[in-house]
């Protein structure tokens, strides 16, 4: 099972996220959900680097896979911080509704 973990501040900005498992939904190279919960947060990563200008710390397991980990900085401008929340947001709204859909394969903690 793939377990996502997303924490927030008091305020309720997103500055944290982890994935952790895998899904086991199919066959390797053929399992949908895994390349789902993948593509968006690779997807998300990707952004907060490129669109937000933002340099995350990630961890990464890039052999086995299995683990992602991206925490923000706590400098930013104003713009950075807004861009990269968006993103954060989109990437949770995206987890939440594969979670909804494919339940036995993924669980996200707040």
Do not use: W
Request: aromatic share 6%; charged share 20%.
């Amino acid at each position: 099972m793939i377990q996502a973990q997303f924490e927030r501040d008091q305020a309720g900005v997103i500055h944290y996220f982890r994935l952790t498992g895998h899904a086991d939904s199919g066959p390797y190279g053929s399992d949908i959900v895994c390349a789902a919960v993948s593509a968006v947060a690779i997807g998300a990563v990707n952004g907060i680097e490129q669109i937000a200008a933002v340099k995350p710390k990630v961890k990464a397991d890039s052999v086995n896979g299995g683990h992602l980990e991206c925490r923000l900085p706590r400098q930013m401008n104003t713009e950075q911080a807004k861009t990269a929340q968006v993103i954060l947001a989109n990437l949770l709204l995206s987890m939440e509704s594969i979670a909804e859909n494919y339940s036995n394969y993924v669980m996200i903690k707040k």
